[in-house]
């Protein structure tokens, strides 16, 4: 019988909201024998800067990443030693559409992501990209809620 995840997403902004999600990820890639993909997406700049700022902004975004990196490698250390991680960092305007394209590239079988909790008008400004990778993937994807002491 076929294992039904071979490649696990784990989406991340480095909040500790976010890796609510990471004991559950790496459980499952644990048990499954899958190999697990944590992605953090940076958002450039777009809608947030003029026109004359973008290129500032955009060159700020790109002298970040190697920091963001280097995080991301540090918050996912915490994993058993037969849990294969791969680790990616994307730049893209939005953060849901990097993160389902970066699933269907490496033929990822399930998304994990953490929901922040946001409700009211912080989740109407904002939105949620855990709820657009339920409304819009095309695998299925397990959202973990943030306990309260979190």
């Known amino acids: 019988m076929a ?3 071979r490649r696990i997403l784990f989406a991340t902004d480095l909040s500790d909201l976010s890796f609510a999600a990471w004991p559950d990820a790496v459980g ?3 048990k499954l024998g899958a190999e697990l993909h944590a992605v953090v997406v940076l958002e450039e700049p777009y809608a947030l800067a003029p026109y004359e700022q973008y290129g ?3 060159q700020a975004l790109r002298e970040v990443k190697p920091q963001v990196e280097q995080r991301l490698l540090e918050k996912t250390r915490d994993r058993p030693e037969a849990v294969r991680l791969r680790t990616a ?3 893209a305007a939005s953060p849901t559409n990097a993160l ?3 699933a269907r590239r490496e033929k990822v079988d399930l998304i994990v992501a953490a929901t922040h909790g946001r409700s009211g008008l912080t989740h109407l400004l904002l939105g ?3 709820e657009k990778l339920v409304r819009l993937s095309p695998v ?3 959202v973990v809620r943030p306990s309260k002491a979190s």
Do not use: G
């Open 3 to 5: 294992l039904p995840y």
């Open 28 to 30: 499952l890639a644990e």
């Open 56 to 58: 500032v902004l955009l």
């Open 89 to 91: 960092v994307l730049e």
């Open 100 to 102: 389902l394209d970066y």
């Open 128 to 130: 949620s990209v855990a």
């Open 140 to 142: 299925p994807v397990l």
